[in-house]
């Protein structure tokens, strides 16, 4: 069964400094996707960035970027120059390539300082 | 594009009475579209799957007399809460995706449900 984890159930970081979100993740399979999801107080679901498995180039949004470690399972997420507005619970989420069952981590509380 | 809107936003029922949450894809037609709960300060926890025109898939541990789940169409999808209980107040989201690209899931707004 694939696992998804995130160890940092909570970070706060200041206005405009760099904060990364951890993601560590478990399957025996080769084809998947990876996402990070941000849902901001609204509750509305966003989807952030998204990464392919087969592709080892790291994914980037703007001020977004992962360090994909496809070996180390691990897929962390880089918020640079942090805004007020990213303040929000960032999910990592894992979906096999011929599934389409989402599986979330428990999620990151972040708060973005003034 | 890609927007997927959810009717009530937020709404309060009585215990022993049933309430319908609507889930609609605006400009694309999801084949398939998910149900999911999540509680306070918690993550998504997926409660099933529906596809257009055949019976919702739910996941272990899901009642599915309590949660009625129809696909009528290619961009509407219900769950009916049955019989609603307090224990059943959550926050009910849904998600749609297309046919060939069911990994890239698109997610309404949410229902607040409390049931008094």
């Known amino acids: 069964a694939q696992t998804v984890t995130q160890s940092q159930p909570e970070m706060s970081v200041q206005e405009a400094e760099t904060v990364t979100l951890s993601c560590t993740y478990d399957t025996s399979e080769n084809n998947y996707y990876l996402f990070w999801y941000k849902q901001p107080p609204s509750r509305q679901m966003i989807l952030v960035i998204r990464?392919?498995?087969?592709?080892?180039q790291n994914a980037t949004e703007n001020r977004f970027s992962v360090n994909f470690q496809k070996a180390a399972k691990s897929f962390s997420l880089k918020i640079s120059d942090s805004q007020l507005g990213d303040t929000a619970m960032y999910f990592c989420a894992f979906v096999l390539h011929r599934d389409d069952k989402i599986i979330f981590g428990k999620g990151t509380r972040l708060h973005i300082l003034p | 594009g890609a927007v997927v809107s959810q009717h009530p936003s937020w709404v309060i029922c009585k215990s022993g009475t049933s309430v319908k949450i609507e889930c609609r894809s605006l400009d694309f037609q999801a084949t398939t579209m998910f149900w999911y709960r999540q509680f306070p300060k918690q993550s998504l926890m997926l409660m099933a799957t529906s596809n257009e025109g055949s019976k919702a898939t739910y996941e272990q541990g899901v009642e599915k007399d309590k949660f009625l789940i129809n696909h009528a169409s290619l961009t509407l999808s219900t769950l009916t809460v049955t019989s609603a209980h307090p224990e059943d107040s959550s926050f009910y989201i849904c998600?749609?995706?297309?046919?060939?690209?069911?990994?890239?899931?698109?997610f309404g707004p949410g229902t607040r449900l409390t049931v008094t």
């Open positions: 998600s749609a995706a297309r046919d060939t690209l069911l990994y890239e899931q698109y």
């Open positions: 990464q392919e498995a087969y592709k080892q």
